[in-house]
């Protein structure tokens, strides 16, 4: 379990300061793959960094499996990092290593025999799927081949958290399912705690269990990742969320009504079927479907005739539709 | 022909290559020896390095550039008594020797740091995220990284001390600069000095190209096709 207490890091460049996080706290549960969204500048970067102490906050606490990072020595630091793997968006290789060295690099820090880490870095190649690349360097590698070597060295040491600073953010969106999938593998077969931090909603769609959003150095919103993208409270989230919703539902007279349809809901007609039982006519002003942990998973804004609000909303009460009336 | 020239022969002018040759790659070396771990020392102490020490790093980097900036020609005159007190003469090849060190350690020191400054933050980054202490990541991360970077250095940092020797034949030691300024200028022998000069323009030219040789074929990030032009033509650049 990675447990933040009250994070606060303040940057002091020469005259200006920046407040890059103002009392974070958040808990990341063993097993999951937590998700933290935000745009640009927003802090993630910042707060991944405060996981291991890359960065060390001006107030708050660390803990990792209730240790607290925050209180320890260098000596003990060092070691408890190699419990917690982390991968960056530039991927962050040794240009004059190969992929297997880059592999062992880690294991000789972290003091192990030349033999027994060649076979682990060979596992590890295996494992991400390039054991033909071994022995090429990483100017001889695509982008999604590097990130892949820079996971399997970030899993070495066979930690039990992996940090993931916009890993996919540099990589075609394909290159990126499929770096998305090895996590997903890697979280469920290993068992390996994900903290993924991104700009992209496609990325906590495909493979966070929780999320949570931050704005401007605090944390706006939290929760299941499925919860959280039904309805979005926060301006940000919403914003980060369902951004042509918002801006369809500007505007215009009338009544409107934001619908989300989850699991089987998303699969039935049901908009034909509210025009059939009701006998009113609503106007679709959004429509989108997604797959969110397989489940289909919808939004849509309606907008309503003046008298068949009602009707409507008994309706949809009737067929397990969630919605809400401000958008 | 003048009277020095054949005088030297054959054997005269290639002792003085041997000499110039001895000199500046003893020099250069023990240059390295202390400039190398002061590079180190300054890369890793520097407000944006590995472990800051702002205050350390400014004495260090002050005494460094003092040495610097002070002209070769003066820094012998004034070397010349340190060096009977350290060398014990203040002439002949081990004064030398030492007035060289004394010359280029410094310059070493600044070649291996921007050389040390170039390796990517990121990387770096990545080895303190596996625990790496510092140790280590100058071991395995800085110095592995920078090594295309610190013999394209190493190879400008030679070329400077050969110059240096030349110029210091004047005062101490021998080599071809001695050859042409104590002995070819006073008799006006002017083929004595030219060939001197083609001999060191000879030797600047091999070890160039043998030290840029050396760093394309250590640079892994040269091995593919579309890097391998801007990143030769940057080592190129730099020569
Ligand atoms: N080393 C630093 N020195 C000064 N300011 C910094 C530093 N790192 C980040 N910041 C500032 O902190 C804020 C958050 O940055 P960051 O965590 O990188 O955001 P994100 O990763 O969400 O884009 C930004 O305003 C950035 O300029
Ligand atoms: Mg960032």
């Not at chain 1, 969110?292 to 919808?298: E, L, P, Q």
């Not at chain 2, 002439?91 to 350690?105: D, P, R, W």
């Not at chain 2, 020797?165 to 006073?186: D, W």
């Not at chain 2, 640079?219 to 033509?233: F, N, T």
């Amino acid at each position: 379990m990675i447990e933040l207490k009250h994070i606060t890091k303040e940057y002091s460049s020469g005259e200006g300061r920046t407040l890059a996080l103002d009392d974070v706290s958040l808990t990341v549960r063993d097993g999951e793959i937590f998700g933290i969204i935000g745009l640009s500048g927003a802090g993630k970067s910042t707060l991944v960094r405060c996981i291991n102490l890359l960065e060390r906050p001006t107030h708050g606490q660390v803990f990792i499996d209730g240790e607290e990072l925050t209180a320890i020595g260098r000596k003990r630091l060092l070691l408890l990092r190699r419990n917690i793997g982390m991968i960056f968006q530039s991927f962050n290789l040794l240009e004059q290593r190969t992929a297997e060295g880059n592999i062992r690099f880690p294991l000789e820090i972290a003091g192990v025999k030349r033999r027994a880490a060649e076979a682990r870095a060979r596992e590890l190649l295996e494992l991400v799927g390039l054991s033909e690349k071994a022995e090429s360097y990483p100017s001889q590698l695509s982008g999604g081949q590097k990130q892949r070597v820079a996971i399997a060295r970030a899993l070495a040491t066979g930690p039990k958290y992996l940090l993931c600073d916009e890993a996919t953010s540099a990589l075609d969106p394909a290159t990126t399912d499929s770096i998305l999938q090895l996590l997903r593998r890697i979280n469920r077969e290993l068992g390996v705690t994900i903290v993924v931090i991104t700009h992209e909603m496609r990325v906590v769609e495909r493979v966070c269990d929780r999320v949570a959003v931050l704005d401007s150095s605090k944390i706006a919103e939290e929760g299941e990742v499925s919860e959280v993208f039904s309805f979005p409270q926060s301006e940000i989230a919403k914003q980060l969320i369902i951004p042509e919703l918002i801006r369809s539902a500007e505007g215009g007279g009338g009544k409107k009504l934001r619908l989300v349809f989850r699991g089987e809901s998303a699969d039935r007609p049901i908009i034909s079927k509210l025009a059939i039982e009701c006998g009113v006519a609503v106007d679709i002003l959004y429509a989108d479907t997604k797959r969110i942990d397989g489940k289909a998973f919808g939004h849509m804004v309606i907008s309503l005739p003046e008298d068949g609000e009602e009707k409507v909303k008994k309706f949809l009460e009737g067929q397990k539709v969630s919605f809400k009336e401000e958008i | 022909m003048s009277r020095l020239f054949v005088q030297l022969g054959a054997e005269g002018f290639l002792l003085g290559v041997l000499e110039t040759l001895y000199m500046t790659v003893i020099s250069t070396a023990v240059a390295y020896l202390i400039g190398l771990p002061v590079g180190v020392l300054l890369c890793i102490t520097d407000k944006d390095g590995l472990r800051p020490m702002p205050w350390l790093n400014r004495v260090v980097g002050f005494f460094v550039n003092i040495l610097r900036s002070i002209p070769f020609i003066i820094l012998i005159v004034a070397l010349i008594p340190v060096a009977r007190a350290v060398v014990g003469t203040s002439i002949g090849n081990g004064a030398m020797i030492f007035m060289l060190t004394v010359a280029a350690a410094p310059y070493v020191a600044r070649m291996v740091e921007s050389s040390l400054k170039e390796v990517d933050r990121g990387v770096v980054e990545a080895a303190r995220s596996m625990g790496a202490g510092t140790f280590a990541i100058i071991r395995k991360v800085y110095l592995p990284e920078a090594k295309p970077s610190l013999i394209v250095g190493a190879v400008i940092s030679t070329v400077t001390v050969l110059g240096y020797s030349a110029m210091a034949g004047t005062i101490a030691g021998g080599g071809l600069g001695a050859i042409a300024v104590t002995q070819a200028r006073p008799s006006g022998a002017e083929d004595v000095i030219w060939l001197c000069v083609v001999l060191i323009v000879i030797i600047v030219q091999v070890i160039q190209e043998l030290g840029t040789l050396l760093a394309r074929k250590t640079d892994r990030r040269l091995r593919s096709g579309p890097k391998r032009a801007s990143g030769s033509k940057k080592i190129q650049n730099k020569i």
